[in-house]
T-cell receptor, first 114, second 114 residues
Framework: DQQVKQNSPSLSVQEGRISILNCDYTNSMFDYFLWYKKYPAEGPTFLISISSIKDKNEDGRFTVFLNKSAKHLSLHIVPSQPGDSAVYFC?????????????FGEGTQLTVNP | DAGITQSPRHKVTETGTPVTLRCHQTENHRYMYWYRQDPGHGLRLIHYSYGVKDTDKGEVSDGYSVSRSKTEDFLLTLESATSSQTSVYFCAMAKGGTGGYEQYFGPGTRLTVT
């Protein structure tokens, strides 16, 4: 049972344009959502998060949008830069989840072309 | 993040041999986790710990055991390695609860079972 899904394994965009990465979840108990970025041969690094009481959170070029009714979140990167090329994972957790566990999606490989 | 390290970074072992991977953190975080990353599966939780000597199973725990005798160390043991356990293993830590749900990852261990 894949509770967090990223349906696009890969995404390619031009430098300077917007990158939109999508994530869907099925568990209505999730109330905290995060995005991680991963470069090859490195561990994932935390990028941005959003609580279920909000529908938008912004940090510089990165904005996460949450649509609770659709159980959908997205990460917007504007403008995209070649250094943004990486695998992006979305993750979800809940205050009722023991051990503060997170459930991760499969990841989306973003390639930003110069 | 230098606050969490893993050893070894690479290991090749033969089927049937025991293997122990070590995770060490210097942040005094309560929660620690072991994940494996495989193509098409994202990050899957193996085991986690919510305190010294307090551990529990994740979604892919078969064939793995863990121990946490000190806050800073979390060990993952493969009692008898199999080829299906060839993977990249990541350790993570989190404050958890009101301290935040963000998890911070180590650099990973690439394990090959021949």
């Amino acid at each position: 049972d894949q509770q967090v899904k990223q349906n696009s394994p890969s995404l390619s965009v031009q430098e300077g344009r917007i990158s939109i990465l999508n994530c869907d979840y099925t568990n209505s108990m999730f109330d905290y959502f995060l995005w991680y970025k991963k470069y090859p041969a490195e561990g994932p690094t935390f990028l941005i998060s959003i609580s279920s009481i909000k529908d938008k959170n912004e940090d510089g070029r990165f904005t996460v949008f949450l649509n609770k009714s659709a159980k959908h979140l997205s990460l917007h990167i504007v403008p995209s830069q070649p250094g943004d090329s990486a695998v992006y994972f979305c993750a979800a957790g809940g205050r009722e989840t023991s051990g503060s566990r997170l459930t991760f999606g499969e990841g989306t490989q973003l390639t930003v072309n110069p | 993040d230098a606050g969490i390290t893993q050893s070894p970074r690479h290991k090749v072992t033969e089927t049937g041999t025991p293997v122990t991977l070590r995770c060490h953190q210097t942040e005094n975080h309560r929660y620690m986790y072991w994940y494996r990353q495989d193509p098409g599966h994202g990050l899957r939780l193996i085991h986690y710990s919510y305190g010294v000597k307090d551990t529990d199973k994740g979604e892919v725990s078969d064939g793995y055991s863990v121990s946490r005798s000190k806050t800073e160390d979390f060990l993952l043991t493969l009692e008898s390695a199999t080829s299906s356990q060839t993977s990249v293993y990541f350790c993570a830590m989190a404050k958890g609860g009101t301290g935040g749900y963000e998890q911070y990852f180590g650099p990973g261990t690439r394990l090959t079972v021949t």
